[in-house]
């Protein structure tokens, strides 16, 4: 199973960047994936999820508004589209995949699959 996850960048405050992460080696449409990050010296946290089939998402409050994930189960992709990005954050943000979620919040340490994580970093 190989999560690649890419986009990140280095992006002024008020600024949009797109994360893409694509999935192979697993049933794509059987997870539920989402986005996690980990701004420096700080805990893994959750961001967002989407539901199996894509008709729910789940977004973190500090993301509200201002983040959208989507996923394309043809393609194997999920993707974060972030507008109005502010340095708060700025992260190494991961794609993640969770079989057996009852939920959309994603708990870190029930990920089943992680991607490699890239590097957001907005500017102030």
């Known amino acids: 199973v190989q999560l690649q996850a890419f986009g990140g960048g280095l992006v002024q405050a008020g600024g949009f960047l797109r994360l893409s992460c694509a999935a192979s080696?697993?049933?794509?449409?059987?997870?539920?994936l989402g986005w996690l990050r980990q701004p420096p010296g700080k805990e893994r946290e959750f961001v967002a999820a989407?539901?199996?089939?894509?008709?729910?998402?789940y977004y973190a409050d500090f993301v509200k508004g201002r983040f959208a994930i989507s996923r394309d189960n043809a393609q194997n992709t999920v993707d974060l589209q972030m507008h109005g990005l502010k340095p708060e954050d700025t992260a190494v943000y991961y794609c993640?995949?969770?079989?057996?979620?009852?939920?959309?919040?994603?708990?870190?340490?029930?990920?089943?699959?992680w991607g490699q994580g890239t590097q957001v970093t907005v500017s102030s």
């Open positions: 993640a995949a969770d079989w057996s979620a009852r939920s959309l919040y994603l708990a870190a340490n029930d990920i089943d699959y």
């Open positions: 989407i539901s199996r089939r894509g008709g729910s998402t």
């Open positions: 080696g697993l049933t794509f449409a059987n997870y539920v």
